[in-house]
């Protein structure tokens, strides 16, 4: 199975950047889709940004123009790199990916941007 792994989270204050990673192990030849999830406090867990094979990419609209992903497939990596942080971008971030019909996710890293 894939095994996921973020890094980066931290405090931030608003209108800073942040960039997070995540490292991908196992049969990673087999995913086909890769991307980001957040969990703010008290709310569910969403959608923020995705690779899909080929390249192609899809944000959120609450990120649109802000955040940026990136794949590096040679080093196994995927990177969110997020700029004009709001308030309410506050939450877990969770890396997670597709693999053939399964879904894996990291353990996550906490992002907190402080007004």
């Known amino acids: 199975q894939v095994q996921l792994v973020e890094s980066g989270g931290g405090l931030v204050q608003a209108g800073g950047s942040l960039r997070l990673s995540c490292a991908a192990s196992g049969p990673t030849s087999s995913i086909n889709a890769i991307g980001w999830y957040r969990q703010p406090p008290g709310k569910q867990r969403e959608f923020v940004a995705v690779i899909i094979s080929g390249g192609a990419t899809n944000y959120a609209d609450s990120v649109k123009g802000r955040y940026i992903i990136s794949r590096d497939s040679a080093k196994n990596m995927l990177y969110l790199q997020m700029n004009s942080l709001k308030p309410e971008d506050t939450a877990v971030y969770y890396c997670?990916?597709?693999?053939?019909?399964?879904?894996?996710w990291g353990q996550g890293t906490q992002v907190t941007v402080s007004s």
């Open positions: 997670y990916c597709n693999a053939k019909t399964m879904v894996y």
